[in-house]
């Protein structure tokens, strides 16, 4: 997403957004957060629940996209449309869809052995991913994977850039644990920060190997989609209570690490 090669890129400032734009809609939020509570336990809409969902949609979420196009657009007066294109924009496609599918379908195997179904149709998880492709995966993506994942690269070795990353990912999550109406209050924090840990070098892996951010956004997107149809904190966020989910954890770990030392070796050989 930084294509300023002989510049710094701005991650403080990119940091600075995201600190500005998350404080402050997390406490609109947490004033609005009683109308969704109330409509948790009575499914009854109301103004303030809609508001309450419109900004968590279109503010909360997108918070990353958000702070990285404000900081883009301060450093290099990117426009909209040269934004955008750079987030869809798909060096190797077929690498792109073996490796962003090797991760998913270990994901759903995974659900399938070992998920417990919430009672959900079927067509749910495709109906959430398509949803869940603008307003979760291209809303976090370029932001983490896109710009902060690599740039991190050039200043750290691979698992040090990657770990900063995944700590910064999961903090700005943290606000969700102290809303009642989330679907993450009361759940294990320690297991929400191992699944982001591994699933950070994942991401990293797919970028290093397609430097496509559609392509991180597609597979954050369809790990979410799995939730529409399973118990997804139960699945993925509980704290490593089986030995199921530590051989999922590290095989999909493993396999990262590999497929983003290859693709350094092949990118660097190609520099040389």
Partial sequence: MWKNTSKKAPIAVFLGWILFLSLFV??????????????????????????????????????????????????EKITVKEYFRRIIHTEKPWTAVWITGLFGIAAFVFALCCGKPNGAPWYMMPLGFLIMIPFVGVAEEPGWRG????????MFPFPIATSITAVIWCVWHLPIWVMPSSNHYGDSLIGFAITIFVWSFIGAAIYKATKSVLACAIYHSFINSIGAVYDWNDLFDAYPKSNAMMLYFGIVFIVAVIIWVIY???????IT
């Fill in 264 to 270: 350094d070796r092949k990118e660097k050989a190609r």
């Fill in 147 to 154: 710009f902060l994942q690599p740039e991190m690269e050039k």
């Fill in 26 to 75: 997390t406490g609109v939020l947490l004033l609005l957060e009683p109308y969704s509570v109330s409509y948790m336990e009575n499914g009854r809409l109301t103004v303030g629940y809609a508001i309450y969902a419109v900004i968590g949609m279109l503010f909360s979420t997108p918070a990353p996209l958000v702070a990285l196009f404000i900081t883009l657009r301060g450093a």
